[in-house]
């Protein structure tokens, strides 16, 4: 089955689909493209943000660090008694606002060999500095156990602690650091006592909250611990940790990342923030305590620019696409139009109607052409059935002149039967049926005196008009004359020399002429090159034994002579010409000689009439309709004596 | 009908076989139309293989032997059998042919 899709269809639906499926690959190449620049761009600028910031965190912590270690390294290498330690703490109280309180807490026996325990802590209140003695106040754990003095004591180093809300400072989020005091040096290895300061971080996250990426992004701070530092999450800070996300969350991908955080490395993510965005996260490790900073940079927002300019440049082509589907649309069917009025046309010539103007050719592209080369065969085409009209007229002509030809031809020849009704003497009977064209046999029979009938059979060579004129010439003059001279020889003497007197073409005719005496039954004949004739007696039919003269008209002075038979009543003599012996059936055999000997014989008895009618039905058995190819001509005379 | 020529001796032969009626005489005329003018003027026609002559077949032996003998050329008709021969004797043709029994007796005459 073929497809009825126009062409304009195919054409839309292939270059639609062709340029939308480049386009759209074109389109993604190049959001993936912009987008891997903007991630290796944005990576280099978030790793330098992140170690800015946490620059500026470990400056202020190390700072506080280093005022601790100043004070621990004062009590190793000075003598201090109470005084001068009140003293030596209050001063750096006063000297580094940034640190909230200051604590030395010391082993048993320090200043006094009765004192099991001594800590001093000062701290700042109302503006001003106070001191309390930690192991004086009741009601809590001895300060050995406090995380703050036995680790860095364990340890015996520095310790930064996780940080902690301090109730009685204001909630503040508080850090302290340890100091170890070694006694005798830190070679030594023994440790006298812890120096602390209490240090607020709220600056620090302050600092780390207010930094603004995009328009959500933030930055983050988290602890070793995982403990979330700074967040713009207000509650989960100090109330989560990045494992409890983690878990919440089912991400075991957060809880790797968590974990990468806290053994102090760095690096590029992309993960879904904890306030559930898509995002990229790049984190870096504060070095003095161990937590990690992290800047968060939203995919939406950082990818907006790419998206926006994604989405306009899809806008326009997919309208670009639009557009050229209505170009392509208006020129295809610039193209199919005329197609479409010349089928149309050339539909309606093809019924016939060749006066139809096709489609005018604007343009000599390849539909031009070919309305041209229409036209040029619509012309032709004309001009053959204007040619083809003219000839069959003309050949219709020709039929119908022929045709009139033919009944002319006929009309000729006796055809009134009885011809002699008033004489009883004889019977005669005659037909000539023509073959499709014009012929040349023909009979003839008239008294050349009162008791001599003339009868003769005659057949023009070939067929066409030339044999039917050449046959009205010697018919003419047969019978001109039959009636002059009366004798059969001498007739077709003279008839012989006229015709060959100008016969360029050699036409001939062959004819047996004989001539009856009604009252003594003798028969005279003679033959120019016609076939015998035959006789009929008591009821078997013979040849006449006719000498065979040449063909009348090739040959000026050619002789026939005349014989003679005598019929006795009831005998009949039955002229034919070749027409009858020769007719053929669809087999293409002949009818033959001895068909004819037998039909006449058997048919003898009866009229001359009914003679001629049996041939001729027994002809018409035999070719059972095939076409006829000569004239037929029979004639019969019965003689029958006289009365 | 077919039309063979032979170039024999004194003389020109040509073999006529199938049917020689009103549908072919007009080739056979042409054909000797084109012989004389190629020069020929003497013909031995062998007629062995035909097979029928109508009135126009005979109307053409005519006409072209008469062209023949106006050039001062021959025509000798050789092997004229069977129902051919029947009707070279109805009409007479026996008569005014010269008709020979065989191509060689044929060209033998004109060779005379």
Redo the contacts between chains.
Sequence with gaps: MKANRSIVFRLILVISLWSGLIFIVVLGYNYHHSREVLEKELEKNAANLALSLANKVDAELVSVSKVTEGVAKALETADYDEKSLRLLLRETLEANPGIYGSCAAFEPHEFRKESVAYALYFFRRNGTTDAIRLDRSSGSLPYFYWDWYQIPFELGRKEWSEPYFDEGWGNQLMMTCSVPVFKGGKSAGQVRGIVTSDLSIESLTRLVSSTRILRTGYAALISRQGVILAHPLKQSIMNETFFSIAEERRDPGLRKLGQKMIRGESGFVFYKSLVGVKSWMYYTPIRSTGWTLAVIFPEAELMENITNLTMVMTVIGFLGIAFLCIAVFFISKSITSPLIALAGTSRKIAEGNFELDLPPIRTMDEVGVLTASFQSMVTSLKQYIRNLTETTAAKERIQSELKLAKDIQASLLPRIFPPFPERPEFDIYAMMRPAKEVG?DFYDFFFTDRNSLCFLVA?????GVPAALYMMVAKTLLKSEGQRVGDPGKILCNVNNILAEDNE????A?VFVAILDTVTGEVRYAN?????PLLVRSGSAAYVDAK????LG??KD?CFETGSLMLMPGDTIFLYT?GVTEAMNRDGEFFGDASVLETVGKASKTGAASIISSVGEELGRFTDGAEQA?DITMLAVIYRGMP | MIIQTMKEGAGLVVTVSGRMD?VT?PEYEQKFEEMLSNGETDFVIDFEKLEYI???G??AL??TS?KIRNKNGKIHLANVCGNVREVF?????T??FQVHGSVAEALAVIAG
Excluded at chain 2, 89 to 93: K, L, N, R, T
């Design positions: 040349g057949d023009v060579a070939d067929k073409n050699c036409m001939f062959t120019a090159g016609h076939n015998p065979h003269g040449l063909v090739p040959l050619s070749d000569d | 009103a005489a109508s009135s126009a005979l109307r005519l006409s008469k004797d109805i009409s007479g043709f008569g005014i």
